[in-house]
């Protein structure tokens, strides 16, 4: 399965991606989480310390996956020499890459970055991971740029607070997503409280988002983020998240 998180920023990309990543981990699934953002923090979250994750080596820009590295830059890697050389392992037992990061003022868009995801996403990656996910910077740029980031993902996970410009851009995200040809959008609402599973279910009915289920808002969640810490373990409404995303992409392919 290869999944993409996107959303609007500070939705929580980063948390439910990481949170997904370790409970597909826990079920005994080698899992490779791809940080794509260009300030990337997802090591963090998957239980290394700030100075690791700050040395996490990047993917360089000019690497293309597979046979559409030919004459280029880039060479010939092979889906295999890319985990290896650039996969690093976490606690969480998630394995980890980091595919973009901006590190100098003026060094240049960041769209080679994107297409090496693209490459890698594109080879079959079944003896590398069962699981790739690829946490995205917010925004919708990563499904227009260069042919789509994420068009080789199976699924695509939109995070969403309980806000209604966050489930408009879920419904925009699937228009994208439907005309790169990724078959499975989902609605993922997250920091809920009181009323909102209600408040997600109503507007997802409205804009004809498919909604895979809700997260609570949960002060753990932010309090780990405050210490610079990985959560404890993964709260039980993740894994009820991985069953239905289990089942519903079993019940489509
Ligand atoms: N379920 C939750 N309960 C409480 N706080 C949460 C929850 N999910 C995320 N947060 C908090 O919201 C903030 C943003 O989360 P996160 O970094 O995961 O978002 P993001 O969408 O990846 O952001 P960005 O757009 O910057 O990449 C963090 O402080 C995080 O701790
Ligand atoms: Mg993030």
């Excluded at 209600?198 to 997260?215: R, T």
Aim: net charge negative; aromatic share 4%; glycine share 12%.
């Amino acid at each position: 399965m290869k999944l993409g998180v996107v959303g609007k920023g500070g939705v929580g990309k980063t948390t439910v991606s990481a949170l997904l990543a370790r409970a597909f981990a826990a079920r005994g699934r080698r899992v490779l989480a791809i940080d794509t953002d260009s300030n990337p923090n997802l090591g963090v979250s998957l239980g290394l310390d700030q100075q690791r994750t700050d040395t996490v080596p990047v993917l360089p820009r000019s690497l293309i996956v597979g046979s559409g590295g030919s004459g280029n830059s880039g060479g010939t890697a092979t889906a295999a020499d890319v985990v290896r050389d650039y996969g690093v392992a976490t606690p969480s037992g998630v394995t980890l890459m980091s595919a973009i990061k901006v590190t100098d003022a003026g060094a240049g868009c960041t769209c080679a970055g994107h297409a090496s995801v693209r490459s890698l996403l594109g080879e079959v990656m079944a003896e590398q991971a069962a699981v790739t996910l690829v946490d995205m910077e917010a925004g919708l740029e990563h499904l227009s740029r260069s042919g789509g980031t994420l068009a080789y993902a199976d699924v695509l996970l939109v995070v969403m607070e309980p806000s209604r410009k966050s489930v408009i851009t879920a419904a925009r995200t699937q228009a994208l997503a439907a005309e790169l040809g990724i078959p499975l959008v989902f609605g993922v609402g997250n920091k809920a409280r009181q009323d909102d599973e209600e408040f997600f279910s109503a507007l997802c009915g409205e804009f004809d988002v498919p909604l895979l289920g809700v997260l609570p808002y949960d002060d753990t969640v932010s309090a780990a983020d405050r210490a610079g810490v990985a959560l404890g373990g993964v709260p039980r409404a993740v894994d009820a998240l991985v069953d239905a995303l289990e089942a519903r992409s079993a019940v489509a392919s």
